[in-house]
């Protein structure tokens, strides 16, 4: 089966740090375009940031700029999103998505046209 699966989502405290997994099944990620989303209850969904396929390039949007950091390992078809100083309006279900002719980009946070999305993980700021 074809799929991204997240993990590393829980219950943190506010300035604490989670590690966020995105995990290839079936398919290798190297030649994707990787992207981390979320969406908090009643709020659209909001793209983060973005890793080109070769890891070359990132992209962050400012809510998470200098807080949140994204990275890959080809070798482990898995990209994290390291993120720290979280905050209570961090709360959401974060999403992962893949796109193989995607460009880290505004366009990109559309999630328009993505090959692949995951199920989601629970984060949680609070105390």
């Known amino acids: 089966q074809l799929q991204l699966v997240e993990s590393g989502g829980g219950l943190v405290q506010p300035g604490g740090s989670l590690r966020l997994s995105c995990a290839a099944s079936g398919f290798t990620l190297d030649y994707y375009t990787i992207g981390w989303f979320r969406q908090a209850p009643g709020k659209e969904r909001e793209g983060l940031s973005c890793?080109?396929?070769?890891?070359?390039?990132?992209n962050y949007r400012d809510s998470v700029k200098g807080r949140f950091t994204i990275s890959r390992d080809n070798a482990k078809n898995t990209v994290y999103l390291q993120m720290n100083s979280l905050k209570p309006e961090d709360t959401a279900v974060y999403y992962c998505?893949?796109?193989?002719?995607?460009?880290?980009?505004?366009?990109?946070?559309?999630?328009?046209?993505?090959?692949?999305w995951g199920q989601g993980t629970l984060v949680t700021v609070s105390s």
């Open positions: 890793i080109s396929s070769r890891g070359g390039s990132t």
């Open positions: 998505a893949g796109d193989r002719n995607g460009l880290c980009g505004s366009y990109f946070y559309t999630g328009k046209g993505m090959d692949y």
